[in-house]
């Protein structure tokens, strides 16, 4: 016959005082995990400069970049890449003489991240220079062109980043880049 044996009144473990408070082991933190994957894009807005031999009108405007692309790996980005560069002066120094140069450089570029934060970017495509005269007058010039950049990501979160870049382009023109 089985016997069933009362369970006993008292507690076989007791609980042990603690004489000072035992320090909790914080949980490690996990790493930061930024994700490139899919289509990407971005655009920038700042100051631009147009320069080439022998040019007196050329100088500083308005400038945009803007690409959209695939990533084809986390650290390297296949991209379709719009350089604006836009300048207003005025012609001879008269005022109300007003003179436009425009320079728009449509390029492919791979982009690579060389370190969590740094990226470079590199690529060739087509540039245009467009000049429109104070009276009217349009001239147009198109060339292959170049295009470069580097970018230190100041600001990450996992599905986007904020940059400071330093990008450019060169368009092989006749008479002058």
């Not at 690409?67 to 390297?76: E, P």
């Not at 060389?114 to 429109?132: E, F, K, N, S, Y």
Request: net charge neutral.
């Amino acid at each position: 016959p089985a016997y069933v044996y009362p369970a006993p009144a008292y507690a076989y473990a007791y609980p042990v005082p603690v004489p000072y408070p035992v320090a909790q082991t914080p949980a490690p933190l996990l790493p930061r995990t930024i994700r490139r994957d899919g289509l990407t894009f971005g655009g920038a807005l700042g100051w631009g400069a147009i320069s080439a031999e022998k040019c007196t009108t050329c100088g500083n405007g308005f400038g945009t970049d803007l690409h959209i692309g695939a990533m084809l790996h986390h650290r390297v980005a296949l991209l379709a890449d719009f350089h604006w560069v836009y300048r207003e002066y005025d012609s001879g120094g008269l005022a109300g003489r007003q003179v436009t140069l425009n320079n728009l450089v449509i390029a492919g570029a791979l982009q690579a991240w060389a370190l969590d934060r740094l990226w470079l970017r590199g690529g060739v495509g087509r540039g245009t220079l467009h000049h429109t005269s104070w009276m009217g007058a349009d001239a147009w010039a198109s060339a292959v062109a170049y295009v470069w950049g580097v970018g230190l990501e100041l600001f990450q979160a996992s599905t986007f980043a904020v940059d400071l870049q330093y990008v450019g382009a060169y368009g092989a023109y006749r008479g002058g880049g």
